[in-house]
């Protein structure tokens, strides 16, 4: 374990805008110093995605991140984070996935370049691995296509590298249907951390190479999971709020592997993170556009060095487009 201390010791120190080790951006963009920057999550309507389409897929890319980069003006906003949370598709055939970074990156960097407006893109390749049955974690086939991702996405403009990985899940969903604490703290202290620590070394080996920044994990697959479940009343909210808690110590792994943060918004680990690493950290609730339901109102937003959302599809809405 890395880690023996907290790197946030008193509970009036876990802010909003401030974390012990902010983060810098090639563009100068400084998260965890001072501000909360908005983190803008974003996918396409219903569409096919494949190179047929790609042409198409661009402009809506294009015309999300501009329209963004214009909104961010109009507002005296201070700069902006864009995640790239890849559709299946794109991470099966990573050069759809390269591509839509290098449109994205040309955009935020004209914005740069003309109005001094720093942005930066945080790539999210989908963990491919749980496609397969049984997952194989260590040798799957999947593992080149996602690590290519990773590596061309970072050449191509990406800034910060993420994923929403699922060690452990071979046993975790079972846990939560059958509210087996026992096999669910397994799946994530000891299934999910072995898995972590060989994922996240790669990771940080590709962010470190390309002189790039490793972000971090999401238990999306987990805790959400959970919170789905309970959601609907199938599992109890108390076993929910008890499983989220586990899945810390494996988002901790990615950390301890050499990821700086901002740490991915969905699961909420990242208070925990923050206080034990320092790390900033990326969060969403009820005031973000698009969010999970949540009764703890704007708790969610308390320590929050970015403000996120859930994926909203770039559909037309009367005052303009959704994302």
């Avoid at 810098?24 to 047929?52: Q, S, W």
């Avoid at 700069?79 to 794109?90: A, P």
């Avoid at 079972?174 to 604490?181: G, K, N, P, R, W």
């Avoid at 792994?253 to 925990?272: I, L, M, T």
């Amino acid at each position: 374990m890395k880690f023996k201390t907290l790197a946030v010791s008193k509970k009036e120190d876990l802010i909003f805008g401030n974390a012990p080790c902010p983060v810098m951006t090639r563009r100068g963009l400084c998260i965890g110093k001072n501000a909360v920057y908005p983190e803008l999550n974003f996918t396409l309507p219903p569409m096919h995605v494949n190179k047929d389409t790609l042409p198409e897929i661009k402009n809506h890319y294009i015309q999300i991140v501009r329209e963004a980069m214009e909104r961010a003006m109009d507002l005296y906003n201070k700069g902006l984070v864009f995640e790239f949370e890849t559709l299946l598709e794109m991470t099966l055939n990573p050069d759809l996935g390269i591509e839509l970074v290098k449109v994205m990156n040309d955009v935020c960097e004209e914005y740069y370049q003309k109005y001094g407006l720093p942005s930066a893109i945080r790539l999210t390749p989908n963990d491919l691995r749980d496609f397969e049955r049984p997952p194989r974690q260590r040798t799957s086939r999947y593992l080149e296509q996602m690590f290519t991702l990773f590596d061309k996405g970072a050449k191509a403009g990406a800034d910060i590298l993420s994923i929403e990985s699922t060690g452990g899940k071979e046993i975790s969903d079972e846990a939560l249907m059958m509210c087996d604490i026992k096999k669910f703290i397994f799946s994530q202290a000891v299934l999910g951390i072995r898995d972590m620590k060989m994922l996240w070394r790669n990771i940080v080996e590709i962010a470190k190479a390309n002189e790039k920044i490793a972000g971090g994990d999401s238990a999306c697959g987990f805790g959400n999971t959970a919170m789905v479940l309970a959601d609907k009343k199938y599992i109890p909210k108390i076993f929910a709020a008890v499983a989220r808690i586990a899945t810390v110590v494996r988002s901790l792994v990615a950390v301890e592997e050499g990821a700086c943060g901002p740490d991915k918004d969905c699961a909420y680990e990242g208070p925990f993170l923050k206080a034990i690493a320092g790390i900033p950290i990326s969060m969403e609730g009820k005031t973000a556009a698009c969010a999970h339901l949540s009764p703890v109102g704007n708790i969610a937003a308390a320590c929050a060095d970015l403000w996120s959302n859930e994926s909203v599809q770039n559909v037309r809405l009367l005052a303009g487009n959704a994302p």
